[in-house]
């Protein structure tokens, strides 16, 4: 049975920072795409980051916009683990964060993502 059980969250200041952990068990996922997603209350859930294996035999990695320059997604295919280093942390940041895995296609579609886990609360406060 695949798993996929995040951890790390918590409250922070403004401008602190956060490391999110997603350990994935019941199969191998080196060749999937692993992403984090967020949901704020209210809101739907958007697309954060992703890293994905390429033609090119390397892992790339994708951000939205609004977190671009103060997020760095990682992975570590030994684990079947995959991180999120959160600086600069704003409280419009704060939502519940969302691990996903999938062979997608495009990296931003919540669809593409097969296996989900129950999310880790980031509450950034002002």
């Known amino acids: 049975q695949v798993q996929l059980v995040e951890s790390g969250g918590g409250l922070v200041q403004d401008g602190g920072s956060l490391r999110l952990s997603c350990a994935a068990s019941?199969?191998?996922?080196?060749?999937?795409?692993l992403a984090w997603f967020r949901q704020a209350p209210g809101k739907e859930r958007e697309f954060v980051s992703a890293?994905?294996?390429?033609?090119?035999?390397?892992?790339?990695?994708f951000y939205a916009d609004s977190v671009k320059g103060r997020f760095t997604i990682s992975r570590d295919n030994r684990k079947n683990t995959v991180y999120l280093q959160m600086n600069s942390l704003k409280p419009e940041d704060t939502a519940v964060y969302y691990c996903?895995?999938?062979?997608?296609?495009?990296?931003?579609?919540?669809?593409?993502?097969?296996?989900w886990g129950q999310g880790t609360q980031v509450t950034v406060a002002s």
């Open positions: 996903a895995a999938g062979l997608v296609g495009l990296e931003y579609r919540k669809p593409d993502y097969n296996y």
């Open positions: 019941g199969r191998t996922f080196s060749s999937y795409t």
């Open positions: 890293i994905r294996w390429s033609s090119m035999s390397a892992y790339y990695a």
